[in-house]
């Protein structure tokens, strides 16, 4: 069964840090456009980061530039999202989706319907003090 597998949420004090990661299970992450969103509670899911194929490109929400980091580890099949300076605004259960025909820098990166291929199941990210 294919799959991507989401990990590393958690509830965290403001200022803290996080490190999601994103793996693929039945599937090799190597030939797919990987890219983060999240949904809070009441509001749509958005984009939060992309990364391409190779890992030099890559591309963020203006909410998070300079915050959160994106990379991969295509020995490991995984796909990480470090998280820092972490706000309240940044609660909300965060996503993983692959796609062989997506490019970070398309007019679709950050649109969520847009990515048909694979999703993962989501975990929590919850910042509050």
């Known amino acids: 069964q294919l799959q991507l597998v989401e990990s590393g949420g958690g509830l965290v004090q403001p200022g803290g840090s996080l490190r999601l990661s994103c793996a693929g299970s039945?599937?090799?992450?190597?030939?797919?456009?990987i890219g983060w969103f999240r949904q809070a509670p009441g509001k749509e899911r958005e984009g939060v980061s992309c990364?391409?194929?190779?890992?030099?490109?890559?591309n963020y929400a203006d909410s998070v530039k300079g915050r959160f980091t994106i990379s991969r580890d295509n020995a490991k099949n995984t796909v990480y999202l470090q998280m820092n300076s972490l706000k309240p605004e940044d609660t909300a259960v965060y996503y993983c989706a692959a796609d062989t025909f997506k490019t970070c820098a398309g007019p679709h990166a950050a649109t969520p319907s847009s990515w048909d291929q694979h999703w993962g199941q989501g975990t929590q990210v919850t910042v509050s003090s």
């Open positions: 990364i391409s194929v190779g890992g030099g490109s890559t």
């Open positions: 039945g599937f090799t992450l190597d030939y797919y456009t």
